[in-house]
C-alpha cells in the first residue's frame, strides 16, 4: 500500500474514532440522564409508599377509634334504655307504695281501736248474759243463728290475722320504698342486708310454690357480720334484683325440663345468699342457685349488651351487662360468675367499704 492510502485510512480510522468519542460521550451523557430519572423515580416511589404507609397507619388509628366510639355509644345506649327503664319503674313503684301507704295506715291504725270496741261489746255481752241468763225466746233464737260463742272464739284470731295482714303490707310498702331509692345515685352507708331483704321482698311472689309440681324456691340466707357499706344503694338494688330474677328464672326452666321429661324434682330449687367481709376492705355478696348452670360459650358472653338465651320478649340481655357496670365501673368493685353445666351457679360481688371520694358519717 502506498503512504497516501495509509494517510487516508488512518484519517477514516480517526474520524471513526471521534464519531465514536462522540457516541459515547452521548450515550454517558444519556446514561447519567436515566440514571438520574431512575434515581427521581425511586425517590418518588419510596415517598409514595411512605405515604401510603403512613396513610395506612392513620386508617387503621381511625378504624380503631371509630370502633372504640361505636363501643362507647352502645354503652351509652345501652345505659339510657336500663336507666330509663329502671327510672321509669322506679317511678311506678314509688308511686304504688304511696298511693298503698294511706289507705293501709288507716286499716293497721284503727285495727286496735276496733279491737278494743269489739272487746268492750263481748265484755258487754258476757255481763248481759251473767245477769240474764235467761233471755227471751227470739234473742236465745238469734244467739244461735250467728253462733255466738265461736264468734266469741274465733274473734282474737281474726284480729291478729288481720294484724299479721296489716304489718306485711307495711313491710312490702317499706320494701317497695327502698326499692324505688333508684333516684338516689348518691352513695351512702348502707346496711347492704337491708337491700337484699328488700329485694327478696318484691320478688316474693315468684318464690312461692304455684301447683303440686313447683315446689317454689327456698332462700337460705347466711349473712355475716357486714358494716354499713359506702355505696349507691338504689343501684345496688338494682344489681341484686337482676341476679336473683335470672336465678328465679333459671330455677324455673330447671323444674320445666324436669315436668317435661316426667322427672320428679330432684332436690328442692335453692338461691343461697352469702355475706362476708374481706380483709376489712371488701365486702362481699354470693348469690348461688342450684338450677342447670350454663355452658362456657354462654359464661363468656355473660356480661354483653343485648346477650341472651331468654325467648324473645322474655329477656333484654341487658341486666348483666348493667349488673357489670354498677360494680365494676360504678363502686370499683368486682364481679365473677362460676358455673357448672347441670350443677348451678354462683355470682361473686366484691364491693369496697369504704371508696376513695368517701366522705365522713354520711348514714343513710
Ligand atoms: N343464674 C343463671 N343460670 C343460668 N344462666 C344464667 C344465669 N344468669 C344469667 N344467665 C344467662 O345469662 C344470660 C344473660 O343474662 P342477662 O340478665 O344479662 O339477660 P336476660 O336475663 O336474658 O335479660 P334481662 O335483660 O331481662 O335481664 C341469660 O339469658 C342466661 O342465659
Ligand atoms: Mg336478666
Redesign the pocket.
Known amino acids: 500500500m502506498e503512504a497516501t492510502d495509509y494517510e487516508t485510512r488512518l484519517k477514516e480510522l480517526e474520524k471513526s474514532v471521534r464519531i465514536l468519542k462522540k457516541k459515547l460521550e452521548r450515550s454517558e451523557a444519556d446514561r447519567l440522564q436515566l440514571e438520574k430519572a431512575s434515581e427521581i423515580r425511586e425517590f418518588t416511589l419510596k415517598n409514595v409508599i411512605q405515604e401510603l404507609e403512613e396513610s395506612q397507619l392513620s386508617l387503621e388509628k381511625r378504624s380503631q377509634e371509630l370502633e372504640t366510639a361505636l363501643i362507647n355509644l352502645k354503652t351509652l345506649q345501652v345505659k339510657l334504655i336500663e336507666s330509663e327503664k329502671m327510672s321509669a319503674l322506679g317511678v311506678l313503684v314509688a308511686g304504688i307504695a304511696h298511693e298503698i301507704n294511706n289507705p293501709v295506715s288507716f286499716i293497721y291504725g284503727n285495727l286496735d281501736h276496733a279491737k278494743n270496741y269489739f272487746d268492750d261489746l263481748i265484755r258487754l255481752l258476757n255481763l248481759y248474759q251473767q245477769h240474764y241468763p235467761e233471755p227471751i225466746a227470739a234473742i236465745q233464737k238469734e244467739i244461735k243463728v250467728i253462733e255466738l260463742e265461736f264468734i266469741k272464739e274465733d274473734s282474737e284470731k281474726l284480729f291478729q290475722s288481720m294484724n299479721m295482714g296489716a304489718e306485711r303490707i307495711c313491710q312490702i310498702v317499706k320494701s317497695l320504698r327502698t326499692f324505688s331509692r333508684l333516684d338516689e345515685a348518691e352513695f351512702k352507708q348502707v346496711n347492704i342486708h337491708d337491700g337484699i331483704d328488700s329485694t327478696l321482698v318484691i320478688l316474693n311472689n315468684r318464690l312461692k310454690p304455684t301447683s303440686k309440681n313447683y315446689k317454689g324456691i327456698q332462700i337460705i340466707r347466711d349473712y355475716g357480720n357486714l358494716p354499713l357499706v359506702y355505696c349507691s344503694p338504689g343501684q345496688l338494688n338494682q344489681v341484686f334484683i337482676?341476679?336473683i330474677?335470672?336465678?328465679i328464672?333459671?330455677l324455673e326452666e330447671k323444674n320445666k325440663q324436669q315436668i317435661d321429661n316426667n322427672n320428679q324434682e330432684s332436690e328442692p330449687s335453692q338461691i343461697h345468699i352469702q355475706t362476708e367481709v374481706i380483709n376489712n376492705e371488701w365486702a362481699l355478696v354470693r348469690i348461688a342457685?342450684n338450677?342447670?348452670?350454663?355452658n362456657e360459650k354462654?359464661r363468656s358472653q355473660?356480661f354483653d349488651p343485648f346477650?341472651?338465651?331468654?325467648d324473645i320478649g322474655?329477656?333484654?340481655?341487658?341486666?348483666?351487662?348493667i349488673t357489670y357496670q354498677i360494680i365494676v365501673e360504678l363502686h370499683s368493685g368486682k364481679l365473677e360468675c362460676v358455673?357448672t353445666l347441670g350443677t348451678g351457679?354462683e355470682f361473686v360481688i366484691q364491693i369496697p367499704i369504704l371508696q376513695k371520694f368517701c366522705p365522713k358519717n354520711t348514714n343513710a
Open positions: 337482676n341476679i330474677v335470672n336465678a328464672d333459671a342457685d338450677a342447670l348452670g350454663m354462654v355473660l346477650f341472651t338465651t331468654k322474655k329477656g333484654t340481655g341487658l341486666g348483666l351487662s358455673s351457679t
